[in-house]
């Protein structure tokens, strides 16, 4: 009797397992598994979207072809011994006619780039110190105010010189004429004056003011209004599409309508 009771509490424990607790089972699985997919689902496209936002890698400048793991170090090293290291970076961009380079030494990058401004500086002060009539004297405050308005030049007109320049890359008369005049045009621009504050002294010349920036002027008129004039023809003319330099960008600007927003006499006042 109790082995007959004992099989039959068996069967119905099986009857119930099959019925209630196997089902569940099933569905706690296929919920583990859904689970489980929807995450590796969700890390793929997390992956897949990072890399669809990391910005590109750009473009290295050329150089010389590196080696392994040291770059271009056996190079420099080598030409060390004949020459410093500038001296050898400036020789390979020669070599390869190239305004910027890059060269791996190692792990590190270095991209040299040649400015024509400061080629042109260093030119001058060399060529200077050649001077044998003068001991190598060089004036360092004329090749400080040269180096600024070269640079002010070039990116306002897109031109060292206003007419040739010096042989040895100095400045002529021209470029002394203009440095001078916008000194005098911004020492006297904003200085005390008597007749600023009795208008009806003006007239008198008092301080010699007046008269000062009346030549500043017509000096800076003399070389800037030639220049102004010839780039708006260009402009007009279709003979030149790219700005260039901040006065292609004044000369460029139009409204909707393709009517230019700044007159000639404008853009002399701005660039005065």
Known sequence: MGIFLGLHFQFAMEICCSMFIAPFT???SYSTLLVFFTF??????????QRAQKPKQPFLPTGPKPWPIVG????????NKKTSVSHWIHSVMKEMNAEIACIRLGNVYVIPKRVAEADN???????????????????????AQQYCFNVTRKLIFNRRYLREGKADGGPGFEEEEYIDA????????YS????????????????????????????LEKYNNPIIEDRIQQWRDG??????????VFVSLTDDSGTPLLSADEIKLKLM
């Open 26 to 28: 099933t569905m706690l």
């Open 40 to 49: 590796v689902l969700c890390y793929l496209f997390k992956i897949q979207w």
């Open 72 to 79: 271009n170090l056996p190079e420099l090293i080598i030409n």
């Open 121 to 143: 500086l260093v030119l001058y002060v060399l060529n200077q110190c050649k001077k044998g009539d003068e001991g190598g004297l060089v004036d360092l405050g004329l090749v």
């Open 182 to 189: 916008i000194f005098a045009f911004v020492i006297h621009l």
């Open 192 to 219: 005390f004056c008597i007749s600023g504050y009795l208008p009806f002294l003006r007239g008198l010349g008092l301080e010699g003011h007046e008269i000062i920036m009346e030549d500043a002027t017509s000096v």
């Open 239 to 248: 003979k030149k599409h790219e700005r260039q330099d901040l006065l292609y």
